[in-house]
């Protein structure tokens, strides 16, 4: 899948399952259930113990994407690439991480605040801006910014829920990012998989209903 077959993914499902959590094992289960809820588009962030596994394990499906995020330099690109991710996400703007994904074919998403930030991950050849994080201006923030840069792919990340996700696609993000208001760590220790379940399907449903 090359970068721009991944863009055009995206924007058709609009939505990314975010997971961080700090075991292996439930991490499978807990994105099992976001799975079965409707993602197709799935995120383990490399702080997981084991993550390149999960990476190798899901990669394998054909009706899923996978990528890595936190991917802070080089190397974390070039594991996350050999273990299957098709695209990689950093908390910060960094050219190195950005060139690496290019050299790599996979796209890329430095993560971004300001109006500058973004525009320099664009000028190096970001394939998309995550939005990270949250300004207090939210989905309003957005499109103040898209006004004079509608060009830019925006992709927030940070206090996205099921009730808001609309919002931000509303105000011309391009997707939208779904971590712990989705894989509610209580339910995560606890293995309420249903309930994670039956919440991933109303995180999809609320962007899909757009």
């Known amino acids: 899948?090359?970068?721009?077959?991944?863009?055009?993914?995206l924007g058709r499902e609009k939505a990314s399952?975010?997971?961080?959590?700090?075991?292996?094992?439930?991490?499978a289960?807990?994105?099992?259930?976001?799975?079965?809820?409707?993602?197709?588009?799935?995120?383990?962030?490399l702080t997981i113990p084991g993550v390149y596994e999960l990476v190798q394990d899901f990669a394998r499906r054909d009706d899923l994407v996978v990528g890595t995020g936190t991917v802070m330099d080089a190397e974390d690109v070039r594991r996350s690439v050999d273990a299957g991710a098709r695209f990689v996400v950093a908390p910060v703007v960094d050219e190195v991480v950005i060139e690496a994904a290019k050299d790599l074919g996979v796209a890329s998403m430095p993560g971004t605040h300001t109006p500058t930030e973004m525009l320099r991950?664009?000028?190096?050849?970001a394939t998309l801006c995550k939005l990270y994080p949250a300004p207090a201006g939210g989905p309003?923030?957005?499109?103040?910014?898209?006004?004079?840069?509608?060009?830019?792919?925006?992709?927030?990340t940070n206090g996205v829920d099921e009730h808001n996700a609309g919002e931000w696609l509303r105000a011309?993000?391009?997707?939208?990012?779904?971590?712990?208001?989705?894989?509610?760590?209580?339910?995560?220790a606890a293995d309420r998989w249903d309930e994670l379940e039956a919440r991933a399907a109303r995180c999809i449903e609320a962007v899909q209903t757009l």
């Open 140 to 156: 309003v923030w957005a499109k103040s910014v898209l006004g004079p840069m509608p060009y830019l792919k925006i992709v927030p």
């Open 121 to 125: 991950a664009h000028r190096a050849g």
């Open 29 to 45: 289960l807990a994105m099992e259930a976001a799975v079965r809820g409707g993602f197709r588009i799935i995120e383990f962030t």
């Open 17 to 27: 399952a975010i997971l961080r959590t700090d075991d292996q094992s439930k991490a």
């Open 1 to 9: 899948m090359r970068p721009e077959q991944f863009v055009e993914r």
């Open 172 to 188: 011309g993000c391009f997707a939208v990012g779904f971590v712990n208001p989705l894989f509610v760590p209580a339910d995560i």
